[in-house]
């Protein structure tokens, strides 16, 4: 039996989309702006609400997700817990994580974190960049403002 939540937030694939980014927040307004600034920046935006969601969209389509766009603070499963269970899937997934509220520990796994609320072009920048050089893990947490600071030790 298919979740229809899942499939509601599979998008229309084109000759002209750029690599497929897994956006996972619990938030619905940030997944639908998300969908649109990515859209509008070519990515093809793949939406889940939660842990659950994520994996059975991952599984179903892993092989046109580039990258995972991951808030920190998620529900019943962190932003990390959940990308350890995608990199169980693929362990060269690639990924970062978003976060309004948020304590250093994501670091501990040398992802790089955008602090909310963050610019769009700043992101999309970041994900062309990181697909295009195969992604090496970022150490560093970019604030709002664009200053980075805070190297992480890995």
């Known amino acids: 039996m298919s979740n229809p939540a899942v499939e509601a937030t599979v998008p229309p694939m084109n000759a002209t989309s750029k690599a ?24 093809v935006p793949w ?30 499963k962190s932003g990390p817990e959940t990308l350890k269970q995608l990199r169980q899937i693929n362990p060269g997934l690639r990924a970062c ?13 040398g992802t790089r974190l955008f602090a909310k609320p963050f610019r769009v072009d700043e992101v999309c ?7 295009a050089d195969g992604m090496s893990r970022s150490t560093t947490i970019v604030m709002p403002t664009g ?5 992480a030790t890995v």
């Open 125 to 131: 920048d970041f994900l062309e960049e990181a697909i």
């Open 97 to 109: 994580y978003m976060s309004t509220g948020f304590n250093y520990t994501p670091l501990q796994c």
């Open 20 to 43: 497929g980014i897994l956006v996972v927040d619990d938030e619905i307004q940030v997944r639908d702006f998300l969908k649109i600034a990515l859209g509008r920046n070519g990515f």
């Open 147 to 151: 200053n980075e600071i805070l190297p």
């Open 47 to 76: 939406l889940a609400a939660n842990h659950r969601e994520a994996l059975d969209l991952y599984r179903l389509h892993q092989d046109e997700i580039a990258f995972a766009l991951l808030e920190v603070n998620l529900p019943e």
